[in-house]
């Protein structure tokens, strides 16, 4: 089995910073991804951003802003949020693919981030 273990979440001020952790820890064969999804109050999950191999995928909404690295020897990934702006605000989500073509996905279980004066 594969466990997903998100960290970090918390409340800040609006133009602050947050740093979210995320390990994957288990039975792994070809960690195929990984990302980061949120979701808001009454709104879908949605992807923040992900990474395949290569250079890390954003969303419109958090480029420039957000940065996430891969330590791909630990399996785990962090999610650096600057400029956190109130529509910011949602359940983060760590996810990972998971087999040769990404096909089993596993979740963590969502850590909250509130941006807030």
């Known amino acids: 089995q594969v466990q997903v273990v998100e960290s970090g979440g918390g409340l800040v001020q609006p133009g602050g910073s947050l740093r979210l952790s995320c390990s994957v820890s288990?039975?792994?064969?070809?960690?195929?991804?990984m990302g980061w999804y949120r979701q808001a109050p009454g709104k879908q999950r949605e992807l923040v951003a992900i990474?395949?191999?290569?250079?890390?995928h954003y969303e419109d909404p958090v480029k420039g802003r957000f940065t996430m690295t891969r330590d791909r020897a630990k399996n785990t990934i962090s999610l650096q949020m600057d400029s956190l702006k109130p529509e910011d605000t949602a359940v983060y989500y760590c996810?990972?693919?998971?087999?040769?073509?990404?096909?089993?996905?596993?979740w963590g279980q969502g850590t909250q981030v509130t941006v807030s004066s």
């Open positions: 996810n990972v693919l998971v087999g040769l073509a990404g096909e089993r996905s596993y």
């Open positions: 990474e395949s191999g290569g250079e890390p």
């Open positions: 288990g039975t792994i064969w070809n960690l195929y991804a």
